[in-house]
């Protein structure tokens, strides 16, 4: 049901093309990392997954679940609620180790929040934590990279312009682009298999900011 809601919403918030890389394999039981720049980029990343035929189990900030309606959204279709800072966080790992057994694909930001810019500009990835590559050791699975832009175009900014931005994007009609790159398989010690996954999703993201002809920071 998120994905048909983001599918409803978000053409009518922007123009959003979707590519992928000749390489790109959304197999089952796949990890999908992506890089996390503004509220609008999940629905817009889960969009783009639809086009391609895949609706991801989502790890996101448990503090959603506590929203009416879309907690329980949340809830009911099995996505995986991440409470930060806390021992619970090992549960969600859990989780999603479980949902690759069975053949599911987790969508998962590793940046684990939001960049505190204030401005609507194209910045790469932040550092990332190491729950992905501690999914991926775990698991081996593929981390599949994907790399958004333009979400920051919709909302970014103080609470006021993020409201304001996401009332006069109908009418704006942004452009919004998702890139799919090739599966890694990251190897080493867990900084380097970090450092490695970072790197794959921050050239999907450079070839996603390139359709829109800004500059790549």
């Known amino acids: 049901m998120l994905s048909r809601i983001a599918d409803l919403l978000v053409p009518a918030v922007g123009r959003l093309a979707v590519t992928t ?4 394999d959304l197999g089952p039981g796949s990890i999908i990392a992506a890089n996390h720049t503004s509220l609008a980029d999940p629905a817009i990343v889960v969009t783009a997954l639809r086009r391609l035929g895949v609706e991801p189990v989502i790890m996101a900030a448990a503090g959603l679940w506590r929203v009416p309606l879309l907690g329980r959204l949340l809830a009911s279709e099995g996505h995986i609620p991440v409470v930060r800072g806390d021992r619970r966080a090992a549960d969600a790992l859990d989780r999603a180790a479980d949902a690759l057994d069975q053949g599911r694909l987790v969508l998962i930001y590793a940046e684990g929040g939001l ?3 204030r401005d609507v500009a194209e910045q790469a990835p932040r550092a990332f934590r190491s729950g992905l590559a501690r999914l991926a050791e775990r698991t081996g699975a593929p981390i599949v990279p994907v790399g958004q832009a333009g979400a920051r175009r919709i909302t970014s900014g103080s609470t006021a312009k993020q409201v304001a931005g996401l009332a006069t994007a109908p009418l704006r009609r942004p452009t919004l682009h998702v890139h799919v790159g090739a599966p890694v398989s990251p ?7 970090t450092a490695q996954a970072q790197a794959a999703v921050t050239t999907a993201w450079r070839t996603a900011t390139a359709h829109l002809g800004e500059p790549a920071a």
């Open 21 to 24: 890389d000749p390489h790109a």
């Open 115 to 117: 960049p505190r810019r």
């Open 187 to 193: 190897s080493g010690v867990r900084t380097v298999r």
